[in-house]
């Protein structure tokens, strides 16, 4: 092994650690706001696409409902106050992913059959396809699910107002 391939290695493991402990961080958080908001869930974490993934998880998913809110709004709102949670305890900006009672998942999924969809109409017609104004997370995944139909995409507008366009190749 050269020293680049070791230095490469640690930084590697240096990062996992690093998201793992991110993770155990937000973990903290939010059985902290579960048990103030008296609800039930269990947490699970992962580290996915190079950032912490903190998951809420309960039998009865309706109850986490409430913390999902209309169209993910709760949820956003609550990722981004674990992420301040973990920034002041790490020093660093987290870009931590929350998902509860599968919110997410199911939007990933959505969303890339969106995009696909969008990929479709554009190769059959050659005019570029507008999509409606969409959260970050939201724009990212029909980006993916463009760029894997062999296409491109781009971001236009401004928030809360931005959305995606599908171009022809």
């Known amino acids: 092994m050269t020293e680049g391939t ?12 690093r ?22 869930g269990d947490i699970d974490m992962d580290v996915e ?19 999902v809110g209309r169209d993910g709004e709760v949820l956003e709102a609550l990722q981004e106050l674990t992420r301040l949670a973990v920034h002041r305890e790490t020093g660093d900006r987290s870009r931590l992913m929350l998902d509860i009672a599968g919110f997410r998942a199911k939007k990933r999924t959505e969303l890339a059959e969106l995009g696909a969809k969008a ?20 724009r990212k995944v029909v980006h ?19 959305f995606v366009v599908v171009l022809p190749a």
């Open 49 to 67: 696409a190079d950032r912490a993934a903190v998951s809420i998880i309960s039998e009865s998913a309706r109850d986490l409902q409430k913390l």
């Open 19 to 40: 998201l793992e402990q991110e993770g155990e961080i937000a973990a903290d958080y939010l059985e902290g706001l579960l048990d103030i908001a008296d609800l039930d």
């Open 119 to 138: 990929a479709d109409k554009v190769k059959s017609t050659g005019e570029p396809v507008k999509l409606k104004p969409m959260t970050p997370f939201e």
């Open 144 to 162: 993916d699910a463009v760029a894997a139909a062999g296409l491109r995409s781009e971001s236009e507008g401004e928030e809360p107002q931005r």
């Open 6 to 17: 070791t230095s490469t290695a640690a930084e590697g493991s240096d990062t996992l650690t």
